[in-house]
């Protein structure tokens, strides 16, 4: 049974600061693995989505790395902004099983003015 | 194009009523989530559509949940006898073809309270 583990819980930087979220999946037999946000109360917004061939992929300020072999997964926010505020999820989908996503519980951004 | 949508957004019912949540997925996604989402925790897993077809109910927790897709676009979740531990946000998701390969999307949720 797929379980994903974030590290931090929480986070509370200076704008401006680069930092790394950290997620570990414990099957290595992924499909992808996903990165979301949620703001309170709100849905989640998907961010990066990486195939299980593919080691990174980018968006803006937001790069996410995938080492399956370690069943790990960072995502990098460069330039951190209190906009970036929000509770950041990672999820993987397991090969042999459904097309369901196994989610961590988060990690929870502050980022201060 | 407009994306999942989910009705209603806030559910306020009774220890032992029923109740029906909706999902409208992203026109032309074959492909329907539906997860739970308790205070604190990520999304757990509740069913999963190909279609009309659920192809996944592993997650559905008792026989008191039930889902519906009869014509491969809406989606009901439907909740017999609420009970008190029911009380979260069930959230929908819907995917082009299937999650292993495309992106979900998720509508904004649907907040149940069983008093």
């Known amino acids: 049974k797929q379980e994903v583990t974030q590290i931090p819980a929480a986070l509370s930087v200076p704008e401006g600061e680069n930092l790394v979220l950290n997620c570990s999946f414990t099957?290595?037999?992924?499909?992808?693995l996903q990165w979301f946000r949620q703001d309170p109360g709100k849905g989640l917004t998907s961010l990066l989505l990486?195939?299980?061939?593919?080691r990174e992929q980018t968006s803006g300020r937001l790069n996410a790395s995938l080492d399956k072999s370690s069943g790990r997964s960072t995502l990098y926010i460069a330039a951190s902004q209190p906009g970036d505020s929000a509770t950041y999820l990672c999820?993987?989908?397991?090969?042999?099983?459904?097309?369901?996503?196994?989610f961590g519980k988060g990690t929870k951004l502050t980022v201060n003015p | 194009g407009a994306g999942v949508s989910q009705t209603p957004s806030n559910k306020v019912t009774e220890k032992g009523k029923y109740v029906e949540l909706r999902c409208d997925p992203i026109?032309?996604?074959?492909?329907l989530y539906w997860y739970r989402q308790s205070l604190g925790q990520g999304p757990e897993f509740l069913i999963y559509?190909?279609?009309?077809?659920?192809?996944?109910d592993s997650g559905l927790p008792n026989d008191r949940f039930f889902a519906v897709r009869p014509e491969g676009s809406v989606s009901t979740l439907k909740i017999q006898r609420t009970e008190r531990g029911d009380s979260a946000v069930y959230l929908c998701?819907?995917?082009?073809?299937?999650?292993?390969?495309?992106?979900?999307?998720f509508g904004p949720g649907t907040r149940l309270t069983v008093l």
């Open positions: 559509f190909q279609g009309t077809g659920a192809a996944d």
């Open positions: 990486i195939q299980s061939s593919q």
């Open positions: 999820a993987s989908i397991t090969q042999g099983g459904s097309e369901k996503l196994v």
């Open positions: 026109s032309g996604h074959t492909a």
């Open positions: 099957d290595s037999a992924i499909y992808n």
């Open positions: 998701a819907s995917s082009s073809k299937r999650g292993s390969t495309d992106t979900q999307y």
